[in-house]
């Protein structure tokens, strides 16, 4: 097992929609992509379509892996995020759990390191891009 495996993985989804990504706000007001922790036993790719219901309402297919990397959630407390581009199953209208304060589209030519006003980290930003160079097709 190398240093890596050793933490806790969140899987997240990079949902790129009409030239947009979706966004959510945490509560260390800072932005997100939608997803979370797998359940023990249950795959990756399960995880994240579950994760991006409950926290979302939407349906989505998700796509190729596009990004890992370790990130500090809080001082000395690190995940490793598996990020996966994700394409939308059904559109509908956005219903957000109690887990995020707010969800957003943001147009891919608006990213940057923060979105109004508000941090979106180094991490998420590179699998954005990354997503964003993919075939759009899961």
Same mark, same amino acid.
């Given at each position: 097992?190398?240093?890596? @495996? ?6 997240? $989804? ?10 959510? #706000?945490? @509560? ?6 939608? *997803? $979370?922790?797998?359940?023990? $036993? &249950? ?7 579950? &994760?991006?219901? @409950?926290?979302? *309402? ?33 559109? $509908? ?19 940057? @390191?923060?979105?109004? *006003?508000? #941090? ?5 930003? *590179? ?12």
């Amino acid at each position: 097992m190398t240093a890596s @495996e050793s933490y806790p993985v969140s899987v997240k $989804g990079v949902l790129i929609h009409d030239g947009c990504v979706l966004l959510l #706000l945490n @509560e260390r007001d800072e932005w997100d992509l939608p *997803g $979370g922790r797998p359940d023990p $036993g &249950e795959d990756r790719r399960a995880a994240l379509v579950r &994760e991006v219901r @409950e926290e979302t *309402g939407l349906a989505v297919e998700v796509g190729a892996l596009v990004d890992e990397h370790l990130f500090e959630v809080l001082p000395q407390r690190f995940v490793r995020i598996v990020a996966y581009g994700c394409t939308l199953g059904t559109e $509908g209208t956005i219903a957000l759990s109690p887990e995020h304060r707010e969800a957003c589209w943001v147009e891919l030519t608006a990213l940057g @390191e923060r979105i109004s *006003g508000r #941090l979106l980290p180094a991490g998420y930003l *590179g699998a954005i891009r990354q997503a964003a160079c993919q075939p759009s097709s899961p």
